[in-house]
């Protein structure tokens, strides 16, 4: 029973992470139907920007408050990868919109190669350790065969997931912004026509996932206390994987399958070997889509000759 | 040719793109972490680079605004390249006389080098390319696992010749099987999914079998990798020094290079049948059956194309000369391991497939000369050392540069680098037609 709840902590911390950067893929994949590849090298980049910020800041400003720095580099992290994640659209992706579809898939897997080797060419090759922070805990049982204990961390990784998925909520359903944004989805061309500029809504499309992604970034950096540069593979295909589960394109399918990856992998991990827990996730996702080939969320794609 | 920008606005475009670029550098560029000696991170400052990154960006985007012509969005391409059956022969000759070439101009010391690391190298990746444009190209499968069939094939010629000392020759068919049976494994549950679904599952499925046998260490000694598994013979003849080796019997001086060129002809051998099996299959129902399937998959099944058998038809083919080159791949290095069949494998070979034209023979061996050879080519720039100092190592960029060309190249030809196709089936005059009539599947 202690085994189970503590599992299920670490679980729901772990999909959490998986679920901010799944946002990410399932947006872009609505409004451009495009698997964007480089997007888990976008994650691993924004743990290095965070984790620059904050050496920057205890370091070179001497800052102390933990809660202060950590507020500084959610926002400073957000704000650049943003940044990144607008160039590489800018740059990769918009001259190949309405080009074939295997064409930004390239693109994107291109850029993938490019972002981990440019962080290891300027970042170096080694793991970079991180001082530990928030590191009290809770206990929450105790007496039985073990203490069930929920760190500061996992409080802090699961409330800022929550707050944010309420406020990315709050933007796609009730702002401008958002209804522009489910209106690309439905119709590209309609939309245009209809005055929405489509191009813009894109590129904050590709803001919105970025921002998202930096923060899992800064969250995996604080939680795991190490990055390096080759950290952005599994993390994102797992992420991909969470968003194809839940249904490519639904927004709560990103979420509830980011969720459901990260229980499986931490409870096959536990209960049976942590060596095949990449093989449980994927073996689930192939079997969920044998019987609901859409995803959990998915709309069915409806042919029409 | 697009108008040619005045001169303010595109130095006022390339100033902003500079800017952008100053943005980008500022934390990951001008803040290095290194490691001190009481292993603690430590910031270095080093403001130049992000003076440089933005520089290199203002020219370079300076210089593209003033001479290159603006990419025309989803117009149609006509034309591209277009190369002849005797261009084709050409090629096949040129490939026959490479290592003999470089053997009377380098000797034997220093051909091998070239054969090897350039020759068989990309003749590996043609193979591969040629194999996965059957799944991609011609039946408009999109696979990102196909690497999967590659380690299938190099572990069952290293499993079968360290355990029951198999010989290469009597492996390599029974690896071509496996890897077949293994892509209908596969085929089966992918069978309904479609798009994205199936590209995911192709990713998982590559991912599941390299994670088993990484894990499976019984099986597979894990991480660590097969060792010592025997080296190809000539027909039974090994490359030895031995008084029965190949070089005694023909009377010849024992010399490395015989083993590397007889590689460098059983791959080209290899290849070839890979590209003249899927030319005679594109002539044929079953070929002509996927094209249709890539074409429209709802008007093949009104038509009574068994949809099931054509795809599967498609992975179990493209999965066998993946599972040849897997055994060549084995025999070649003598060594396997986990590392050589990863995600990144898989990328490289679908990035060969796209950036060369889909379905095109031909541009998908060109794509391979480029990406491979020059890729390997970056390891020869070490004349690099002398102009930005010795702590400079041009390897190092490699594949940066890898992933910087697969976007460049997919930005200045959509299409592939051969934009046009050979029709299967024409009326009364082949003709060749643009890539962009043709459909890229929806499977």
């Known amino acids: ?305 | 040719m697009s108008p040619a920008l005045p001169i303010t606005r595109a130095l006022r475009e390339a100033g902003l793109a500079g800017l952008v670029a100053a943005g980008l550098a500022f934390p990951i560029l001008v803040l290095g972490t290194e490691m001190n000696q009481s292993n603690r991170l430590v910031l270095e400052q080093r403001w130049s680079w992000m003076a440089i990154a933005a520089g290199l960006v203002f020219v370079g985007r300076f210089l593209v605004l003033m001479f290159a012509r603006t990419p025309k969005r989803a117009a149609p391409q006509i034309g591209g390249l277009v190369l002849s059956p005797v261009l084709s022969r050409i090629g096949v000759i040129a490939l026959f006389l490479f290592p003999l070439v470089m053997l009377f101009w380098l000797g034997p010391q220093g051909s091998l080098k070239w054969i090897n690391n350039y020759g068989v190298q990309i003749l590996i990746y043609v193979m591969l390319g040629w194999g996965l444009n059957i799944v991609v190209g011609l039946a408009g499968l999109l696979d990102l696992g196909y690497v999967a069939f590659y380690a299938v094939g190099a572990y069952t010629y290293a499993l079968l010749s360290t355990h029951f000392g198999l010989s290469f020759w009597i492996c390599l068919p029974l690896a071509g099987l496996m890897a077949a049976s293994w892509g209908a494994m596969l085929g089966f549950p992918v069978l309904r999914l479609r798009g994205d679904y199936l590209a995911i599952v192709t990713l998982a499925f590559g991912e599941i079998v390299s994670a088993v046998l990484t894990n499976w260490t019984d099986f597979s000694n894990g991480k660590a990798g097969i060792m010592s598994i025997p080296r190809i013979t000539f027909f039974g003849l090994p490359f030895t020094a031995s008084e029965n080796g190949f070089a005694a019997t023909f009377g010849l001086e024992f010399q490395a290079i015989h083993r590397t060129m007889f590689l460098f002809y059983l791959i080209l051998a290899l290849a070839l049948i890979t590209h003249v099996v899927t030319l005679r299959l594109r002539a044929l129902p079953v070929g002509r059956a996927w094209e249709a399937l890539r074409e429209d998959e709802i008007a093949c099944r009104s038509l009574g194309i068994n949809t099931v058998n054509t795809k599967l038809t498609a992975f179990a083919l493209g999965a066998m000369f993946a599972g040849f080159a897997g055994s060549f791949f084995a025999v070649r290095q003598g060594f396997v391991n986990p590392d050589s069949f990863t995600f990144m494998e898989s990328a490289t070979i679908l990035a060969i497939v796209v950036l060369g034209g889909m379905g095109s023979q031909m541009g998908v061996a060109l794509a391979a000369v480029v990406m491979v050879g020059g890729t390997e080519l970056l390891r020869e720039l070490t004349f690099l050392k002398e102009v930005f100092g010795s702590s400079f190592d041009p390897s190092l960029y490699r594949m940066l540069l890898f992933g910087l060309a697969m976007v460049v190249m997919m930005i200045w030809r959509p299409r592939g680098l051969i934009s046009s196709r050979e029709p299967s089936v024409f009326l009364a005059q082949k003709k060749n037609v643009s890539g962009t009539h043709v459909q890229e599947g929806h499977g």
């Open chain 1, 1 to 305: 029973m202690e085994n189970f709840l503590q599992q299920l902590i670490n679980g729901v911390t772990l999909g959490s992470i998986y679920g901010l950067i799944a946002i990410g893929y399932t947006m872009v994949f609505g409004i451009i139907g495009m698997v964007n590849f480089a997007h888990g090298d976008v994650f691993m980049l924004s743990a290095f920007i965070a984790l620059i910020i904050f050496l920057a800041l205890t370091q070179l400003l001497g800052l102390t408050s933990l809660g202060l720095v950590f507020l500084i580099v959610l926002m400073g992290a957000m704000v650049l990868t943003a940044l990144w994640n607008w160039a590489i659209e800018r740059v990769a992706y918009r001259p190949l919109r309405g080009s074939f579809r295997l064409a930004p898939l390239i693109s994107a897997i291109g850029m993938s190669i490019f972002l981990a080797n440019f962080v290891q060419v300027v970042q170096g090759p080694r793991n970079k350790p991180v001082p530990p922070m928030f590191t009290d805990v809770i206990h929450v049982t105790s007496g039985g065969a073990f203490d069930v204990t929920l760190s500061y961390k996992q409080i802090l990784i699961v409330s800022v997931t929550g707050v944010l998925l309420l406020v990315f909520w709050y933007l796609v359903q009730k702002t401008a912004l958002g209804r522009a944004q489910r209106a690309c989805e439905q119709d590209r061309t309609m939309a245009a026509l209809l005055g929405v500029d489509v191009d813009r809504t894109i590129s904050l499309t590709f803001i919105i996932g970025a921002a998202l992604a930096a923060v899992a970034g800064s969250l995996y950096m604080m939680y795991y206390g190490v990055v390096n540069f080759s950290d952005g593979f599994t993390p994102g295909v797992k992420a991909f994987t969470a968003a194809v589960l839940g249904g490519i394109g639904s927004l709560p399918g990103a979420v509830i399958g980011g969720l459901l990856i990260g229980l499986i992998e931490t409870f096959w991990a536990a209960y049976f070997s942590s060596d095949y827990k990449d093989v449980a996730a994927f073996s689930i996702l192939i079997v969920t889509l044998i019987f609901m080939p859409s995803g959990l969320l998915g709309r069915p794609e409806v042919e029409k000759v």
